[in-house]
């Protein structure tokens, strides 16, 4: 296990994941580009969930090339990638439960959210999280499920589970307290590992 966690803060590894998550990113805000078309200016920064998520990863992965930390950035990246993949892995797969027809980009978007949700928490060892970390993260997602579910915000859904959007609120509330009760015992630790990487 040791040598798995030193493997992924090689500067190469990191690199690769930060072209990836970058490409990912990109592709996120493009996805959200009709919705995000048709929201508010108010609540537009609560829209494109999945892609902010990877976009707190990419900067934590910035700042480990430049051998710093953030913990605030952390805790915001672990909470929101858990929470987000495994949303949008559940939704699509939901979906096709309830009757729509599965197409390539739904199996593209549950492999690709359940990698986000997997390369945060593999990364846990390396995070400096603090408890006032996690609380003001705790705020901004909570937050984030009233201003979706309250005010209609919520990212758009299959037609197949559109009628369940209540449901899908409590989920999503639920999804929320188990991402941060993760983000707690991952990441909140005195003894952490260190990245020991050469100067770019």
């Known amino acids: 296990m040791q040598l798995f966690i030193k493997f992924l803060g090689m500067p190469s590894i990191l690199a690769l994941l930060l072209i990836v998550n970058i490409l990912g990113t990109i592709y996120g805000y493009w996805w959200y580009k009709v919705q995000l078309e048709q929201t508010p200016s108010i609540f537009l920064i609560f829209v494109p969930d999945s892609p902010t998520a990877s976009l707190f990863f ?12 953030n913990g605030l950035i952390e805790a915001l990246a672990l909470v929101t990638l858990v929470k987000y993949g495994l949303w949008a ?9 309830f009757g729509d027809e599965l197409q390539w980009q739904n199996y593209m978007l549950i492999a690709s959210h359940l990698g986000m949700a997997i390369q945060a928490v ?13 609380i003001v993260t705790a705020v901004w997602t909570l937050h984030n499920d009233i201003i979706d579910y309250v005010y209609g915000m919520y990212p758009w859904v299959s037609p197949a589970i559109s009628d369940y959007i209540t449901h899908i609120g409590y989920f999503t509330f639920w999804l929320s307290i188990f991402s941060i009760t993760v983000t707690y015992f991952l990441g909140v630790k005195k003894n952490r590992h260190t990245l020991d990487l050469p100067s770019l």
């Open 58 to 69: 990419c900067i934590v992965l910035v700042l480990f090339l430049c051998k710093k930390s």
């Open 89 to 97: 892995v559940v939704m699509n797969i939901a979906g096709g439960a």
């Open 122 to 134: 593999l990364f846990s060892p390396y995070y400096r999280i603090k408890v006032w970390h996690l």
